[in-house]
C-alpha cells in the first residue's frame, strides 16, 4: 500500500503540493487524476523519495521508500521516459538496472518481450521514438516483479496496440494483488482501467473515491426523448407535460428532448397519459471526461484563449487560409464542430457544477481554505435514476467525444497476424513468465 500523510511540498514561493493525504490499496488500479501542473508528478516523485517534502511523509508498505529493503524489487516506476541514456541500448540499460539491483539478466529478456521490444534491443535508446521509449520505460518499471507500481502517464505516446496492452497490463497487476498507482489525462482511458480515483487540483485533494462514485456525485444524468419526426405539436406537448410534473426538458440538436429531473418509466407514464408517442426513452450517464471537467473546472491554471492569428492571414498558395473553418462548415454554421469547452447550439448547457461554488481557488489566493477531504465533497446521492451506461453515439453535452466503446477483448494485432511491420515496430509482447 501507499499512503501519503500531509505532504506539502513548496518550491521556493510556489506551493505545489499541500497537505496531501491518501491512501492507494493493492488489488485496484488507481488513478491519479488532476489538471496540469497540479502536482501529481510531484505527488509521485516525494513518494518515491526523489524528492523531499517540505511537510510530512509518504510510505511504501509502511515505510519511506529510501527505507525500503531492496527497493527495486518491492517498487517499481515510470516516472520519466526520456530520463535513459540516450547512447546505451535498450537492452544494456535494462541490464544496468537489473545488475544494480541483482536481478538475473534472463528477467531483462523477458520484459523486453512483454513490452514487444526485443527486436530492438540492440538498438540505442536516443534513437527511439516516444513510445517505444515508454514502452521502455514501462520495461524499467516491471523488472524487479515489484508489489508496487508507480505509472506517470503511461500511455503517452504509444499506438492503439500499445494502448490496449497498457490497459490490460494494469488490471492484470491489480488483479494479481499489486498495488498500481497510475496518473493520465485520458479520460477515456482512465474509465476503462481504474477502479478507484484520487483527483487533486493545485495541489490539493478533491476526492479520493470509486470511478463509479466519482461520476455519480459529479454529473448530471438524463433521458434523451424523441417523439415523432416532422409532429413539433408532440414534442411540445411533451416538454409542457414534463414542465408541469416537475421536470425539465431542452430541446437537442437533432430535435430530440434532453429531460432531467423525472426517471424513465415517469417520462414514459407522462407521454402515455398525454397520447405522444415515443420513438425513443434512452438513459444517458455521464463520461468520466464530464465528471472530471465539471469538477476540476474551478482549478485549472493553465487555459487556451481563441488564436486570433494577427496578420498572418494570408494563406500560402495552394493552402486555405488560417482560422477558416474546416471544409464543409462555415463559421458559426449549424453543425459547425463546438470549439473545446463551448456548448453547441441547440444543447442544453450542463446544469451548475456543485463543486463551482465550493472550490476555495477561484477567487482567493490558493490554498486559503481547508481542502476537501479524503472521499471527497459529495453531494447528497441521488443514486442513478436510470442505470445503464450511455448509448454509445448519443449527443455529449459538452460537444467532446462520447466514452469510447468497453475494453475490447483480446484482438489479434496485424503483428500476431503476421501483417506487416517495419524493423522500427515494437514486436508482439511477449507472456510475462517472471
Ligand atoms: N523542480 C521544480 N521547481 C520549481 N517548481 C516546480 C518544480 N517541479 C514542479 N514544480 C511546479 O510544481 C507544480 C506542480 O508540478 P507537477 O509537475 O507536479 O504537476 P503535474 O500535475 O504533474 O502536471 P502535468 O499534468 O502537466 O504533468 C507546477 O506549478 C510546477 O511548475
Given at each position: 500500500m501507499i499512503e501519503a500523510v500531509g505532504l506539502t511540498k513548496r518550491y521556493g514561493p510556489k506551493t505545489a503540493v499541500h497537505n496531501l493525504s491518501f491512501q492507494v490499496r493493492p488489488g485496484t488500479v488507481t488513478g491519479f487524476l488532476g489538471p496540469n501542473g497540479s502536482g501529481k508528478s510531484t505527488t509521485m516523485r516525494m513518494i518515491l523519495g526523489l524528492d523531499a517534502p517540505t511537510s510530512g511523509h509518504a510510505t511504501i508498505g509502511g515505510r519511506p521508500f529510501r527505507q525500503t529493503p531492496n527497493a527495486a524489487r518491492q517498487v517499481g516506476a515510470l516516472l520519466d521516459a526520456k530520463a535513459v541514456h540516450g547512447g546505451r541500448s535498450a537492452r544494456a540499460h535494462l541490464l544496468s538496472l537489473a545488475q544494480l539491483s541483482g536481478i538475473p539478466a534472463r528477467r531483462v529478456d523477458e520484459v523486453l518481450g512483454v513490452v514487444g521490444l526485443q527486436d530492438v534491443a540492440?538498438?540505442?535508446?536516443?534513437?527511439?521514438?516516444l513510445g517505444m521509449g515508454q514502452r521502455l520505460g514501462i520495461a524499467a518499471a516491471l523488472l524487479g516483479d515489484p508489489q508496487v507500481l508507480l505509472f506517470d502517464e503511461p500511455v503517452n505516446g504509444l499506438d492503439p496496440e500499445g494502448i490496449l496492452w497498457v490497459r490490460n497490463l494494469m488490471k492484470q497487476l491489480a488483479a494479481e494483488g499489486r498495488t498500481v498507482f497510475v496518473s493520465s489525462h485520458l479520460m477515456s482511458e482512465m474509465a476503462l482501467t481504474a477502479e478507484h480515483l484520487i483527483v487533486i487540483g493545485r495541489g490539493q485533494l478533491l476526492a479520493d473515491m470509486p470511478v463509479k462514485d466519482f461520476i455519480s456525485a459529479n454529473s448530471a444524468d438524463f433521458a434523451r426523448v424523441r417523439t415523432p419526426d416532422g409532429a413539433p405539436e408532440q414534442r411540445e406537448k411533451l416538454t409542457a407535460a414534463v414542465a408541469e410534473a416537475g421536470g425539465q426538458a431542452v430541446p437537442e440538436e437533432d430535435g430530440a428532448l434532453r429531460v432531467t429531473g423525472l426517471p424513465l418509466p415517469r417520462i414514459s407514464d407522462l407521454a402515455h397519459a398525454a397520447d405522444i408517442r415515443l420513438w425513443e426513452l434512452s438513459p444517458h450517464q455521464a463520461s468520466l471526461e464530464e465528471a472530471y471537467m465539471r469538477m476540476t473546472q474551478g482549478v485549472v491554471d493553465y487555459r487556451s484563449t481563441a488564436d486570433q492569428r494577427s496578420g498572418l492571414q494570408a494563406a500560402p498558395a495552394g493552402y486555405p487560409p488560417q482560422g477558416a473553418a474546416p471544409q464543409g462548415y462555415a463559421p458559426g454554421q449549424q453543425g459547425a464542430p463546438p470549439l473545446p469547452g463551448q456548448v453547441p447550439p441547440g444543447v442544453a448547457a450542463p446544469p451548475?457544477?456543485?463543486y463551482a461554488q465550493q472550490a476555495p481557488y477561484a477567487q482567493q489566493a490558493p490554498y486559503a481554505p481547508a481542502a476537501p477531504v479524503p472521499?471527497?465533497?459529495?453531494?447528497?446521492q441521488q443514486g442513478h435514476p436510470y442505470g445503464g451506461?450511455?448509448?454509445?453515439g448519443a449527443p455529449h453535452p459538452y460537444g467532446q467525444q462520447p466514452p469510447?466503446?468497453?475494453?475490447?477483448?483480446?484482438l489479434s494485432t496485424p503483428f500476431e497476424q503476421g501483417g506487416p511491420r517495419s524493423a522500427d515496430q515494437p514486436t508482439p509482447h511477449t507472456q510475462d513468465v517472471r
Amino acid at each position: 500500500m501507499i499512503e501519503a500523510v500531509g505532504l506539502t511540498k513548496r518550491y521556493g514561493p510556489k506551493t505545489a503540493v499541500h497537505n496531501l493525504s491518501f491512501q492507494v490499496r493493492p488489488g485496484t488500479v488507481t488513478g491519479f487524476l488532476g489538471p496540469n501542473g497540479s502536482g501529481k508528478s510531484t505527488t509521485m516523485r516525494m513518494i518515491l523519495g526523489l524528492d523531499a517534502p517540505t511537510s510530512g511523509h509518504a510510505t511504501i508498505g509502511g515505510r519511506p521508500f529510501r527505507q525500503t529493503p531492496n527497493a527495486a524489487r518491492q517498487v517499481g516506476a515510470l516516472l520519466d521516459a526520456k530520463a535513459v541514456h540516450g547512447g546505451r541500448s535498450a537492452r544494456a540499460h535494462l541490464l544496468s538496472l537489473a545488475q544494480l539491483s541483482g536481478i538475473p539478466a534472463r528477467r531483462v529478456d523477458e520484459v523486453l518481450g512483454v513490452v514487444g521490444l526485443q527486436d530492438v534491443a540492440q538498438r540505442r535508446s536516443g534513437g527511439f521514438s516516444l513510445g517505444m521509449g515508454q514502452r521502455l520505460g514501462i520495461a524499467a518499471a516491471l523488472l524487479g516483479d515489484p508489489q508496487v507500481l508507480l505509472f506517470d502517464e503511461p500511455v503517452n505516446g504509444l499506438d492503439p496496440e500499445g494502448i490496449l496492452w497498457v490497459r490490460n497490463l494494469m488490471k492484470q497487476l491489480a488483479a494479481e494483488g499489486r498495488t498500481v498507482f497510475v496518473s493520465s489525462h485520458l479520460m477515456s482511458e482512465m474509465a476503462l482501467t481504474a477502479e478507484h480515483l484520487i483527483v487533486i487540483g493545485r495541489g490539493q485533494l478533491l476526492a479520493d473515491m470509486p470511478v463509479k462514485d466519482f461520476i455519480s456525485a459529479n454529473s448530471a444524468d438524463f433521458a434523451r426523448v424523441r417523439t415523432p419526426d416532422g409532429a413539433p405539436e408532440q414534442r411540445e406537448k411533451l416538454t409542457a407535460a414534463v414542465a408541469e410534473a416537475g421536470g425539465q426538458a431542452v430541446p437537442e440538436e437533432d430535435g430530440a428532448l434532453r429531460v432531467t429531473g423525472l426517471p424513465l418509466p415517469r417520462i414514459s407514464d407522462l407521454a402515455h397519459a398525454a397520447d405522444i408517442r415515443l420513438w425513443e426513452l434512452s438513459p444517458h450517464q455521464a463520461s468520466l471526461e464530464e465528471a472530471y471537467m465539471r469538477m476540476t473546472q474551478g482549478v485549472v491554471d493553465y487555459r487556451s484563449t481563441a488564436d486570433q492569428r494577427s496578420g498572418l492571414q494570408a494563406a500560402p498558395a495552394g493552402y486555405p487560409p488560417q482560422g477558416a473553418a474546416p471544409q464543409g462548415y462555415a463559421p458559426g454554421q449549424q453543425g459547425a464542430p463546438p470549439l473545446p469547452g463551448q456548448v453547441p447550439p441547440g444543447v442544453a448547457a450542463p446544469p451548475p457544477n456543485p463543486y463551482a461554488q465550493q472550490a476555495p481557488y477561484a477567487q482567493q489566493a490558493p490554498y486559503a481554505p481547508a481542502a476537501p477531504v479524503p472521499g471527497g465533497p459529495v453531494p447528497p446521492q441521488q443514486g442513478h435514476p436510470y442505470g445503464g451506461p450511455a448509448p454509445y453515439g448519443a449527443p455529449h453535452p459538452y460537444g467532446q467525444q462520447p466514452p469510447m466503446p468497453p475494453a475490447a477483448p483480446e484482438l489479434s494485432t496485424p503483428f500476431e497476424q503476421g501483417g506487416p511491420r517495419s524493423a522500427d515496430q515494437p514486436t508482439p509482447h511477449t507472456q510475462d513468465v517472471r
